[in-house]
């Protein structure tokens, strides 16, 4: 892998956005982050609840989906890395890439 220079994870900051938001995977339903990154780079998207436990990890390499230059769309079930079903809740889903947090949103679970 690359090594990123400061300049290029300036490039990388990003919005993230989530749709929908309020969800209920209880009822099958999932969520989609959606970010748009400059350049190809492995990005790791951390979902944490609002006492900043981590719940659900998703890994995306450097070229494939989430880890590509132009837009990208994650889908979160709703489970946690327990493959449980995550609590009526506030979450933080976090987008890092090179060890830098280059974007964030909020995530709401209604059940």
């Excluded at 209880?26 to 900043?52: K, M, P, Q």
């Excluded at 436990?53 to 989430?66: A, E, F, L």
């Excluded at 889908?75 to 009526?88: C, H, K, Q, R």
């Excluded at 090179?98 to 974007?103: C, D, L, P, T, V």
Aim: charged share 15%; proline share 5%; net charge positive.
């Amino acid at each position: 892998m690359k090594a990123l220079s400061w300049l290029a994870l300036l490039l990388l900051s990003v919005t993230v956005l989530n749709y929908p938001n309020p969800f209920n995977p209880a009822a099958g339903e999932t969520t989609s982050i959606e970010y748009s990154l400059a350049a190809d780079t492995g990005v790791t998207i951390y979902i944490f609840n609002v006492i900043n436990q981590p719940v659900k990890r998703i890994s995306c390499p450097s070229g494939q989906n989430g880890g590509r230059a132009g837009y990208n769309q994650v889908v979160w079930e709703g489970y946690t890395d327990f493959n449980e079903l995550a609590a009526n809740d506030a979450y933080v889903a976090r987008v890092v890439s090179g060890g830098k947090q280059i974007g964030k949103c909020k995530i709401v679970v209604l059940r």
